[in-house]
């Protein structure tokens, strides 16, 4: 499932051309890996229309497709930990705006709750070829 993205300076449309073959479920069982594509930022998150605060287009269409990628996992239990590490495409973008809106995509996939992730760890390296996001959980239950 492509996500198609508006451009708000040029107002031009382009799709994510990574086909779902490239993202999902890598593993599952006491750790889940995915590799998933790279959200939009968090300054792309939120969108006023009408005096109200929405989430954008952009937002939910990254949502629905980690939805659709990782719909075979099972949220764990209790308090979880997550790595994320972000390969992005070009030297753009502050880790932590991507955080936002990826964390928020794997509510209910690898989490009941945002309030479940008690452990994060974030890291962002480059990568032209293959951006990409590549998440590790775990049960902060089953290591303690």
Not at 85 to 103: F, M
Not at 118 to 133: G, L, N, T, W, Y
Request: aromatic letters at 8%.
């Amino acid at each position: 499932m492509p996500i198609k993205k508006t451009r708000a300076r040029t107002g031009k449309t382009t799709t994510n051309i990574k086909t779902s073959d490239e993202f999902g479920v890598i593993s599952t069982g006491s750790e889940v890996v995915l590799k998933l594509p790279v959200p939009p930022s968090a300054n792309r998150y939120w969108r006023t229309f009408n005096g109200r605060v929405t989430v954008s287009a952009e937002a939910s269409a990254y949502k629905s497709e980690v939805g659709w990628l990782c719909s075979q996992v099972q949220p764990f239990a209790g308090e979880v930990a997550v790595s994320v590490t972000i390969y992005r495409a070009r030297k753009a973008g502050d880790l932590d705006n991507y955080l936002k809106v990826l964390l928020d995509a794997l509510k209910g996939i690898l989490y009941p709750d945002d309030s479940a992730v008690v452990e994060i760890q974030a890291f962002r390296e480059d990568d032209k070829s293959d951006p990409r996001v590549m998440v590790t959980a775990w049960s902060k239950e089953l290591s303690a």
